[in-house]
């Protein structure tokens, strides 16, 4: 089975501090995404990785940068939390392009 | 107009009864489509994929693609208490894009 690992479930954060979520993917995917959901929102892409050290922006990239190191790994950094950044942030990983999403268990973050 | 469109809900069913799950999409090249089921606090999980006009069947589950239309829809037969979440619909959109749009997704509560 596919697992994508997050890091951490939960998170509580103090505005202005840099906050790093990891995410880790088992299968060799080549694809990963960082959504985050919000209520009535749905899933909103920040940022994908087609490949490593390969990053495109996704619709709501302020505010956010990522990193792609390596294949398995990719983390999502907000530089200066901010209280408009509380959220549900959910990893996926994917095969190919038009392929199933696999994802994560989330990262509940709190910024006050 | 948003790229991927759902009713918020929510809808609410008797048991045993048919739920009927609709979603339009904007995109008139986008190639594949996905129905997620999201329970409270857990990640999406895929249900079905669509990728040509017609119905495609997996159990109790149906996903019907009108391509010209631009609407995909989701029945669900038989419905369960167990089938109360979150059902999200999700689009690829084939150019350019390499990452899934998510509606805001149904929320369906089958009543017991």
């Known amino acids: 089975d596919v697992k994508v690992t997050q890091s951490s479930r939960y998170l509580v954060k103090r505005t202005g501090e840099k906050v790093f979520l990891e995410c880790v993917q088992d299968?060799?995917?080549?694809?990963m995404f960082w959504y985050r959901q919000d209520p009535g929102l749905g899933l909103r892409l920040i940022y994908f990785?087609?490949?490593?050290?390969?990053?495109e922006k996704g619709d709501i990239p302020e505010g956010y940068s990522v990193s792609r190191e390596k294949k398995e790994r990719f983390s999502l950094i907000l530089e200066s939390a901010s209280t408009n950044q509380t959220s549900m942030y959910l990893c996926?990983?994917?095969?190919?392009?038009?392929?199933?999403?696999?994802f994560g268990e989330g990262s509940r973050l709190t910024v006050l | 107009q948003k790229e991927v469109e759902q009713n918020s809900g929510p809808l609410s069913v008797p048991e045993g009864a048919i739920a009927s799950l609709n979603c339009t999409y904007s995109?008139?090249?986008?190639?594949?489509f996905f129905w997620y089921r999201q329970y409270s606090g857990k990640s999406p999980e895929l249900i079905m994929s669509?990728?040509?006009?017609g119905d495609k069947e997996d159990g109790r589950f149906t996903a019907q693609l009108n391509k010209a239309s631009q609407y995909v829809s989701l029945l669900i037969r038989d419905s369960q208490p167990s089938d109360s979440a979150t059902y999200l619909c999700?689009?690829?959109?084939?150019?350019?894009?390499?990452?899934?749009?998510f509606g805001s997704g149904t929320r369906l509560q089958v009543q017991p």
């Open positions: 299968m060799d995917h080549e694809n």
């Open positions: 669509i990728y040509s006009n």
């Open positions: 995109d008139r090249v986008s190639q594949s």
């Open positions: 999700a689009v690829n959109p084939g150019t350019g894009r390499r990452a899934l749009t």
């Open positions: 990785s087609y490949d490593v050290k390969m990053k």
């Open positions: 996926a990983s994917t095969i190919s392009e038009a392929g199933e999403l696999f």
